[in-house]
């Protein structure tokens, strides 16, 4: 019984979490956006059939677009991205899982930024000034991985 109460608690606390976060964000701009730490979470979540961890990442990529007035999924894409394209090429680095988690955190990164760049571009617009911000939440991002 008692653990039912502290599972139940430590969802309701990470659901106000992923609700929340993003919108200080988009009234802090300074926090960092933990796209790359998010994408991590969602691919741990997929591995581990872990449904409620997948529907909390995808709920925050989800409240981060629409709060910052960026590409509606366009993260969860970037990961799928990943999960095909980069990730079954990573088996060399089998021994070192800090290393997987670091290169994913920041592939996700890049993939994004790219696809959005590419959003961008196309619809003529600027949804996110590309300077040393990027690289401040890049590095929380990494850091946030490695913590895990």
């Known amino acids: ?19 929340i976060y993003p919108m200080l964000i988009s ?10 730490f998010s994408g991590l979470m969602l691919i741990l979540g997929l591995e581990k ?3 409620w961890q997948i529907a909390l990442v995808i709920l925050y990529m989800i409240n981060l677009e629409i709060n910052l ?11 799928v991205l990943f999960i095909f394209l ?15 988690k670091i290169v994913t955190v920041v592939m996700i990164n890049v993939i994004y930024f790219v ?11 600027s949804s996110v000034k590309y300077d040393s911000f990027l690289i401040y939440s890049l590095i929380y991002d990494i850091i946030a991985a490695v913590l895990i």
């Open 86 to 100: 980069v990730k079954p090429r990573l088996s060399f680095l089998k021994l070192c899982p800090i290393c997987i």
């Open 115 to 125: 696809l959005l760049y590419g959003v961008d571009f196309i619809s003529s617009q």
């Open 27 to 36: 009234i802090y701009v300074t926090l960092p956006l933990f796209i790359g």
């Open 69 to 79: 007035s960026l590409p509606l999924l366009l993260i969860p894409i970037s990961v």
């Open 1 to 19: 019984m008692r653990d039912k109460i502290i599972n139940t608690v430590i969802f309701i606390f990470w659901l106000l979490t992923v609700i």
């Open 49 to 51: 059939d872990r449904y």
